[in-house]
C-alpha cells in the first residue's frame, strides 16, 4: 500500500512538472544578466537609479520561479506574479530610456542604449509572455477551480479572459494585455521625452 502511494505521489509530481517553469526562471536570469552588463555604449551620469528597480524585479522574477518549481500547486499565482513583475520592469526600462533622452539628444538615444538594456528587456518579454504558456493541469483547488476563483476577482477583465479561454482564442490575449501595457506607458509617459515615441507605437 505504501509503495503505490508512493508511486501516485510521484506520478502527481510528474504530471505537475512543468518546463514552463523552468523557461521563466531562465528569463530572470537573462534579466538579472543584463542589469550587470552595460547600460549604455558610453558613460553616461545620473542613471545608476534608474537601472535600480530593474535589478530588483528580476531578482524577485527569479524567487517566484524557484518558488513554483519547489510548490506546483502554486503555478497560477506565480505565472500572475512573475506577469505582473514583467509588467512593471518593462515600465522601469521605458523611464530608463526617458531619463537616459535627457542626458542625450533623441537622434542619440538608441544609439547610446546598451547591451545590458537589451537583454534586459528581452528576458522581461519573457516573464510577459510565459503567462500564456501551456501548462499541465493541476488537480484540487489550485487546478481548475482556482483559475475560476481568480478570475471572477478580475470583474469585467476576468469574465473577458475567460471568454476567450473557453473558446480558445487565446492568440487575443496577448492583444489584450499589449494593450493594457500602452495604456500604463501612455499616462506614465505623457509628459516624457519618448511620449511621441509611444504615440507612434500605439
Given amino acids: ?23 521563466t526562471l531562465i528569463f530572470g536570469v537573462i534579466m538579472l544578466v543584463g542589469t550587470f552588463l ?3 555604449s558610453t558613460p553616461v551620469e545620473n542613471l545608476t537609479a534608474s537601472t535600480t528597480p530593474v535589478l530588483i524585479l528580476s531578482i524577485i522574477a527569479i524567487g517566484l520561479a524557484l518558488w513554483v518549481l519547489y510548490d506546483p500547486r502554486t ?3 506565480g505565472a500572475v506574479l512573475t506577469a505582473i513583475i514583467g ?6 526600462l521605458f523611464n530608463f530610456v526617458s531619463v537616459l533622452s535627457t542626458t542625450v539628444t533623441d537622434a542619440e538615444t538608441v544609439v547610446h542604449v546598451g547591451a545590458g538594456f537589451w537583454v534586459s528587456l528581452v528576458g522581461t518579454l519573457g516573464l510577459l509572455v510565459q503567462i500564456f504558456l501551456p501548462r499541465p493541469p493541476l488537480e484540487g483547488v489550485y487546478g481548475q477551480a482556482g483559475i475560476q476563483e481568480f478570475t471572477a476577482r478580475l470583474g469585467i477583465l476576468g469574465e473577458l479572459i475567460g471568454f476567450l479561454w473557453k473558446r480558445k482564442l487565446y492568440w487575443l490575449i496577448p492583444m489584450v494585455l499589449t494593450l493594457a ?6 499616462i506614465a509617459g505623457s509628459n516624457s521625452a519618448i511620449a511621441p515615441f509611444i504615440y507612434t507605437l500605439f
Avoid: K
Fill in 1 to 23: 500500500m505504501a509503495q503505490i502511494s508512493s508511486n501516485q505521489v510521484q506520478a502527481q509530481s510528474s504530471r505537475s512538472f512543468s518546463i514552463v517553469s523552468i523557461v
Fill in 38 to 40: 552595460p547600460a549604455t
Fill in 75 to 77: 503555478r497560477l499565482a
Fill in 87 to 92: 509588467l512593471i520592469a518593462v515600465i522601469s
Fill in 181 to 186: 501595457i500602452f495604456i500604463v506607458l501612455i
